[in-house]
C-alpha cells in the first residue's frame, strides 16, 4: 500500500501525471495488496492491520490534506479513499472466516482497482463523449474502459464466460449511478455478492 502511495506522490510532484491520474494510479496499485499479501495470511487479526490502519489515515489525509496524490480537489466530498480500505477490510475478514474463498475477494478488489481507476485515467484523458451525471464528470471512453477491464478481470480469475457476460455490465452500471466515491464500496459488494452466490 506505501509503494502505491509512494508511487502517485512521486509522479504527482514530478509532475509526470494530475492529481485524478495519481490517485487512480495509487487505487490500481493498492488493489495488488490481495494478491501479495493475502496468501500469508491465516490469522483474521493480522490480515486487518494494513487496510483497518488505512481507513483512519486516508481519512486523516482527507481532512488534514497532507496526502496530495489522492486529493481530488473537484470533488472536496468525495470519500472514495476511505471507502476502498473500508472494501478491502470487509472482504479480508469475510475471506479469512471461510465465508468467501479468496478468489472471490480477489476478484472483487482487482476489478474495483483495475476497471474503476482505468475507466478514470482513460475517460479524463480521451474525454471522448464527456457529459454529467449527477453533476459528476463522466464519458463512453470511460464506461467502456470500465466494461472492457472488468471483462478481463473476471475471466483472469476463471468466472465463467455465461455470468461474466452479464456481471460485467451491471459493475459497469453501478459504477456509472453510485456517487460521492460509494462505488468503491457498492461494485467490490455487487463482485462478491455475485460470485459467492453463482
Not at 489515515?57 to 470533488?75: C, E, G, V, W
Not at 475478514?93 to 476497471?115: D, E, I
Request: glycine share 8%.
Amino acid at each position: 500500500m506505501l509503494g502505491g502511495i509512494g508511487l502517485g506522490t512521486l509522479l504527482l510532484k514530478l509532475k509526470i501525471v494530475q492529481p485524478l491520474t495519481s490517485r487512480k494510479i495509487i487505487h490500481i496499485a493498492v488493489s495488488h495488496w490481495w494478491l501479495v499479501a493475502m496468501p500469508f495470511f491465516d490469522n483474521i487479526w493480522a490480515a486487518l492491520v494494513t487496510p483497518v490502519a488505512f481507513i483512519v489515515i486516508n481519512y486523516a489525509a482527507l481532512k488534514l490534506k497532507f496526502f496530495t496524490a489522492m486529493d481530488d480537489p473537484s470533488r472536496p466530498h468525495n470519500f472514495g479513499t476511505v471507502y476502498f480500505p473500508i472494501s478491502l477490510s470487509i472482504l479480508v475478514a469475510l475471506c479469512l472466516s471461510g465465508v468467501l474463498p479468496y478468489a472471490v475477494g480477489g476478484a472483487a478488489m482487482l476489478v474495483l482497482g483495475w476497471s474503476d481507476g482505468l475507466a478514470a485515467i482513460v475517460g479524463r484523458a480521451t474525454r471522448f463523449g464527456e457529459f454529467k451525471l449527477f453533476g459528476r464528470p463522466k464519458s463512453i471512453a470511460g464506461i467502456l474502459t470500465m466494461l472492457v477491464a472488468s471483462i478481463v478481470v473476471l475471466l483472469l480469475f476463471k468466472v465463467p464466460i455465461a455470468t461474466v457476460a452479464w456481471l460485467a455490465p451491471l459493475v459497469t452500471l453501478v459504477e456509472l449511478f453510485t456517487p460521492l466515491g460509494l462505488d468503491n464500496l457498492t461494485v467490490p459488494a455487487v463482485v462478491a455478492l455475485v460470485l459467492g452466490v453463482v
